[in-house]
């Protein structure tokens, strides 16, 4: 008959399998009703060198970001991964989009990021396919891949267009001094941003 | 048992079998994707994945977006892998225009290049499997377990057999 252990553990089995999967679809329903509010803000602070290599050009660009992003964090989020994206269009290509900085944000805590002087960070580099970046306009777009517990991942992005043009003309790279937007004229900048010695870039507000 | 109860759990087995092919079928349509649920195999995408857990993968219609999580395979590889999309160039021409792709773990210090066969720089869209749309933790630790040491995926199927052929339908 039916009441052996055997049958006992199959329907045990089935019945904690089906609700464990209503309770994950449950869970991932709840993501649909968070509302969040992120702030954020990012400048142009200027271009630090913008190279000729062989092959293709190379930019080095400095940002401020500041980017409140607390209103993320709902009971299901494991993590934010954090982008900030370069992106460009040239006669050859409709899109250029390249990551030139990224961050995981853990918890709630960590979810407020300032980084004042924001750079490519290894393996991120801003370089076209060819020779096309000397006066050219970019957009600047941060992204937010919202990681769950369980269930679906979105990205959310914001984008900050028309922060350029790049300077017209080649010049060498030099770590903390860069080239304003729209003019000739150098100022130093701290040179924190580049990862090995970073600070972190959350602040404890 | 007679003849008649034997073809029946036969009947039966193969019920179960042919079911779970046409519901992983609708699964490739519905997505588009070749393999719609993957098993995160490696570490290079800690903390979002850890080795065991469960991806859900669709084609999306937009093209591929710095910052999408993709499964792809290169030429010769067998194991695909899960990395997130950090370069893309698109061409001005072409219908679809073509694109040029770079990856990265987001547990590794360099991009993929190192990854793709010699001489190849970039990704292209043939190569995505399907992008990361949904995630279950752990449920796929069973198929590591299987992958690491046979005998046990064999025990598995062995006592699954065995479980279905000798239970008493009513």
Known sequence: MSHSWLSRANALATFAGTVLAVVCLAVTAT????????????????????????????????LNLTADLRSEFSWNTKQLFVFVDFEFATRKNARNQMVMWSANVLD???????????????????????????????????GWNVMPRVGALFTRRRTFAGLGPLPDEYFQPTAGRVRRPGSDEFVEVPTGGAEEDADPYYTDA | ???????????????????????????????????????????????????GDILFLYQPKTPAQ????????????????????IKVHERAEGSPPRLDILTKGDNNWGDDRSLYPRGQLWLNTGHIMGKVVGFLPHIGRVTIIMNDYPWFKYALIAALGVVVVTSKEG
């Open chain 1, 108 to 142: 709630k805590e960590h979810a407020l990021i300032r980084v004042p002087t924001l750079r490519a960070q290894y393996p991120y580099a801003l370089t076209d396919q060819g020779f096309g970046l000397r006066d050219r306009e970019f957009n600047i777009t941060v």
């Open chain 2, 1 to 51: 048992m007679n003849k008649r109860q034997l073809l029946l759990q036969g009947v039966n087995l193969g019920m179960i079998i042919t079911s779970a092919l046409m519901i992983w079928k609708s699964m490739v349509l519905a997505t588009g994707s070749e393999s719609p649920v993957v098993v995160v195999l490696s570490g290079s995408m800690e903390p979002g994945f850890y080795r």
């Open chain 1, 31 to 62: 993501d649909y009703f968070h509302k969040s509010q992120p702030v954020l803000s990012c400048e142009f602070v200027g271009t630090e060198g913008l190279q000729k290599e062989f092959g293709h050009d190379r930019a080095h660009v400095v």
């Open chain 2, 66 to 85: 710095t910052g999408d999580i993709i499964v792809f395979n290169t030429d010769g590889r067998e194991i695909p892998i899960v990395h997130r999309i």
